[in-house]
């Protein structure tokens, strides 16, 4: 074995390990609500930019980063979504989606960072959501405010199962 097919073997290689690490990090980050589907776009890109295949191609990368933009569309929209759909009033999402954030921000100081950061965010859309839902409709504040927190865990499964997909078909492609 010549030291050229060495490199090229270990190339390929250090490839594969970043493209895998990369995809497993975007399953772990979206597992949390993070935008995980991200680090599955940057192994396409990666791949696409590496290889001289036609697998990924830049097409692919492109539609991996339609998918993600759309889910952090999806995510931003979810706590609208989750009160407006259960009878809220705009100013109750508004203030859930605030909440959330605040939430987020406020949880990195709760350990486990990241767990804190997710439960925060969702006790923070809750009581946002609650807070000015309870002065609007009191006997269905809390069933509102719950539609908040539906819809976040609905997009970690939309999430989590995007970004598996686009892993399993950027790492299948490249089997």
Same mark, same amino acid.
């Given at each position: 074995m010549s030291w050229e097919a060495v490199g090229s073997w270990a190339a390929s290689a250090a490839l594969f390990t970043g493209v895998g690490l990369l995809c497993l990090a975007g399953l772990l980050l979206s597992a949390l609500s993070l935008s995980g589907t991200w680090c599955v776009v940057g192994a396409a890109a990666l791949a696409a930019a590496a290889r001289s295949d036609p697998f990924p191609s830049w097409w692919l990368v492109?539609?991996?980063?339609?998918?993600?933009a759309a889910i952090e569309g999806i995510e931003f929209l979810s706590a609208y979504l989750g009160v407006t759909k259960?009878? +809220?009033?705009?100013? *109750? $999402?508004?203030?859930?989606? !605030? +909440?959330?954030?605040? *939430? $987020?921000?406020?949880?990195? !100081?709760?350990p486990p960072p990241i767990i804190g950061s997710l439960v925060c965010m969702m006790a923070g859309a809750f009581a946002g959501a609650y807070w000015i839902e309870s002065r609007r409709a009191k006997a269905n504040a809390a069933h509102i405010a719950w539609g908040t927190v539906l819809a976040k865990l609905a997009v970690i499964a939309i999430k989590f199962g995007a970004t598996a997909a686009m892993a399993a078909v950027l790492i299948g492609g490249l089997l």
């Open positions: 492109g539609i991996f980063a339609g998918v993600a259960r009878g +809220g009033s705009k100013t *109750g $999402a508004f203030v859930a989606m !605030l +909440g959330g954030l605040a *939430g $987020a921000i406020l949880g990195t !100081l709760v």
